[in-house]
């Protein structure tokens, strides 16, 4: 019910971009969730992933969770995996090739991912839909209205209440109000 000066209003609303990029950055708050399908190349097992990459997105991915792969009437798909765990797998002496993938890794590198299927794709290998995860896009606004789960939007109040709370602490330090 207070009423606060527009100095007090454009240092929050900075704050709160802050922690929601900080969270993001660090995978802790990403709860848009995307799927969006591809087309493998023949013979090219690897790709970029994020905007303007080979498999091209509208937003910036942060982590790539799971694949699936249709040709015809079949069928493939897994959990993505890490470069680690992709590279003890995949050894290809015989430079095998095949129209659905085994397996899917990816760096989760910023701003561009790398992902690599195995084995490279053979003609026709249909179209491969990726699932990830993309970070909350910061307030363009103070009138601006996000949806997010109650979970996040405690952490907010409680996370900007702490950040702000230096500034303009009160005596007796951060109240439960």
């Given at each position: 019910?207070e009423?606060?000066?527009?100095?007090?209003?454009?240092?929050a609303?900075?704050?709160?971009?802050?922690?929601i990029?900080?969270w993001?950055?660090?995978?802790?708050?990403n709860?848009?969730?995307?799927h969006?399908?591809?087309?493998?190349?023949?013979?090219?097992?690897?790709?970029?992933?994020?905007?303007?990459?080979?498999?091209?997105?509208?937003?910036?991915?942060?982590?790539?969770?799971?694949?699936?792969?249709?040709?015809?009437?079949?069928?493939?798909g897994?959990?993505?995996?890490?470069?680690?765990e992709?590279?003890?797998?995949?050894?290809?002496?015989?430079a095998?090739?095949?129209?659905?993938?085994?397996?899917?890794?990816?760096?989760?590198?910023?701003?561009?991912?790398?992902?690599?299927?195995?084995?490279a794709?053979?003609?026709?290998?249909?179209?491969?839909?990726?699932?990830?995860?993309?970070?909350?896009?910061?307030?363009?606004?103070?009138?601006?209205t996000?949806?997010?789960?109650?979970?996040?939007?405690?952490?907010?109040?409680?996370?900007?209440?702490?950040?702000?709370?230096?500034?303009?602490?009160?005596?007796?330090?951060i109240?439960?109000?």
């Amino acid at each position: 019910g207070e009423t606060i000066s527009s100095d007090m209003l454009a240092n929050a609303f900075r704050m709160i971009n802050q922690l929601i990029s900080s969270w993001s950055g660090e995978r802790l708050i990403n709860p848009n969730q995307m799927h969006t399908n591809y087309t493998p190349v023949a013979g090219t097992s690897s790709y970029t992933f994020g905007v303007g990459a080979t498999f091209a997105t509208s937003a910036v991915p942060v982590q790539v969770t799971a694949w699936t792969q249709n040709s015809g009437n079949f069928s493939t798909g897994g959990k993505v995996i890490s470069f680690d765990e992709f590279r003890a797998k995949t050894l290809n002496p015989t430079a095998k090739r095949s129209v659905l993938a085994e397996m899917v890794g990816a760096d989760n590198a910023t701003p561009l991912i790398t992902v690599e299927v195995f084995p490279a794709p053979d003609t026709s290998p249909g179209t491969m839909r990726l699932d990830f995860f993309t970070p909350i896009v910061p307030f363009a606004a103070t009138g601006d209205t996000i949806t997010l789960a109650t979970e996040y939007q405690n952490a907010l109040h409680f996370a900007l209440a702490v950040a702000l709370a230096p500034q303009y602490a009160r005596l007796g330090g951060i109240t439960p109000e």
